[in-house]
């Protein structure tokens, strides 16, 4: 049973870097083919990928993001990390990891249940 985990702080302050983990379970994150993303909704907003690392180590990243975040890997612990630099109040959202398969932008068939993040002083 495949399940993903987000964790992290729920308050950020402006300017600061966002960190997230997503704990996964019930597969390793270094199978074939499998590409683990972060995915945020913001308060009143549609879902926006944000990047991807495969099962190689790969990574992908939304051009619009691209010069704030970093997507990295723990193959020992089985888990992935999203860091968001310089962050605004526009990036309060709730944030979700999620596994696709083929490529890094193949629509999700696991998600984790999102966590909050606030940015705000």
């Known amino acids: 049973q495949v399940q993903l985990q987000e964790s992290g702080p729920g308050l950020v302050k402006p300017s600061q870097t966002l960190s997230l983990t997503c704990s996964v379970s019930?597969?390793?994150?270094?199978?074939?083919?499998?590409?683990w993303s972060w995915i945020r909704q913001p308060p009143g907003k549609g879902l926006e990928w944000m990047g991807a690392i495969g099962y190689s180590g790969s990574t992908n990243y939304s051009p619009s993001l691209k010069t704030r975040t970093s997507i990295s890997r723990d193959t020992a612990k089985n888990q992935f990390t999203l860091q968001v630099s310089s962050v605004t109040p526009e990036d309060t959202a709730v944030y979700y990891c999620?596994?696709?398969?083929?490529?890094?932008?193949?629509?999700?068939?696991?998600w984790g249940q999102g966590t909050q993040v606030t940015v705000s002083s």
């Open positions: 019930g597969v390793s994150i270094t199978t074939t083919y499998y590409y």
């Open positions: 999620a596994r696709g398969y083929g490529s890094s932008w193949s629509h999700p068939d696991y």
